[in-house]
C-alpha cells in the first residue's frame, strides 16, 4: 500500500496570499495524483487530477505540479472559500490512498 | 446532470452487517467505475472498493473479508455491505464515481453501537 505524506499538518495563511502544499508518496506513483477540498460537512471536491490538469469548473488559481514521488499544489491568491482541508489521492496501485489532509486555516 | 444519494440505516448494532444503497440519477450506471470510500468523523479518508457496471470488483484487503459491492443496472443502483461491524466502521459513507472520484454523493453516517 503507498503511503502518501501531507505537509504540513496546518497552513495558516491570510486571503491574497499563495498557498503551497506538498504531498510525498512512499513509492513512485508516475502522476496518478489527485487533490481534493473538503469542507465541513461536504463530500471532497476533487480540484486536480493526473497531477496537473484542472478538473471541470475548478478556478484558475487552483494548480498541481510534480511526477514521482513528490506533489505540490498551489492556490496562488488565496479568496475566503478556500480555507478547508486538502487531500491528496493517488489511484497507482490498488489499494487507492489518500494523504491525511492539510488544514488551511485563515490568518 | 448526473447525481449521486446513498441511503440505508444510520445506526447499526456491533456484529451486524451494515447496507447501504447509492442511487444513481440524471444519467445510466453503465459505462462507469463505482465506488465506496468512508471517512470516521473528523479523521481522513478511505477507499472501501469499487465495482464496474459489468460487475467485475475490487475490494480493500484491509476489509476484504467483510466487504462485498454490488451492483442493479436495471434499478441504477450499486450497494455496499459490511458484515461482523465494530465501533471502528463508525464513519460517513461516500459512493462515487470514476477514478479519481469527480462525482460524489453528500455521504450518509453510520454509528456502530448497540
Known amino acids: 500500500e503507498i503511503v502518501l505524506t501531507q505537509s504540513p499538518a496546518t497552513l495558516s495563511l491570510s486571503p491574497g496570499e499563495r498557498a503551497t502544499l506538498s504531498c510525498r508518496a512512499s513509492?513512485?506513483?508516475?502522476?496518478?495524483l489527485a487533490w481534493y477540498q473538503q469542507k465541513p460537512g461536504q463530500a471532497p471536491r476533487l480540484l486536480i487530477y493526473?497531477?496537473?490538469d484542472r478538473f471541470t469548473g475548478i478556478p484558475a488559481r487552483f494548480s498541481g505540479s510534480g511526477s514521482g514521488t513528490d506533489f505540490t499544489l498551489t492556490i496562488s491568491s488565496l479568496e475566503p472559500e478556500d480555507f478547508a482541508v486538502y487531500y491528496c489521492?493517488?489511484?497507482?496501485?490498488?489499494?487507492?490512498?489518500f494523504g491525511q489532509g492539510t488544514k488551511l486555516e485563515i490568518k | 446532470q448526473m447525481q449521486l444519494q446513498e441511503s440505508g440505516p444510520g445506526l447499526v448494532k456491533p456484529s451486524e452487517t451494515l447496507s447501504l444503497t447509492c442511487t444513481v440519477s440524471?444519467?445510466?450506471?453503465?459505462?462507469?467505475?463505482w465506488s465506496w470510500i468512508r471517512q470516521p468523523p473528523g479523521k481522513g479518508l478511505e477507499w472501501i472498493g469499487y465495482?464496474?457496471?459489468?460487475?467485475?470488483?475490487n475490494y480493500n484487503p484491509s476489509l476484504k473479508s467483510r466487504v462485498t459491492i454490488s451492483v442493479d443496472t436495471s434499478k441504477n443502483h450499486f450497494y455496499l455491505k459490511l458484515s461482523s461491524v465494530t465501533a471502528a466502521d463508525t464513519a460517513f459513507y461516500y459512493c462515487?464515481?470514476?477514478?479519481?472520484?469527480?462525482?460524489w454523493g453528500q455521504g450518509t453516517l453510520v454509528t456502530v453501537s448497540s
Open positions: 513509492q513512485s506513483i508516475s502522476s496518478y
Open positions: 462515487a464515481r470514476d477514478a479519481p472520484p469527480g462525482l
Open positions: 489521492h493517488e489511484r497507482s496501485n490498488w489499494p487507492y490512498t
Open positions: 465495482i464496474y457496471y459489468s460487475g467485475s470488483a
Open positions: 440524471g444519467g445510466s450506471i453503465s459505462g462507469y467505475y
Open positions: 493526473d497531477a496537473s
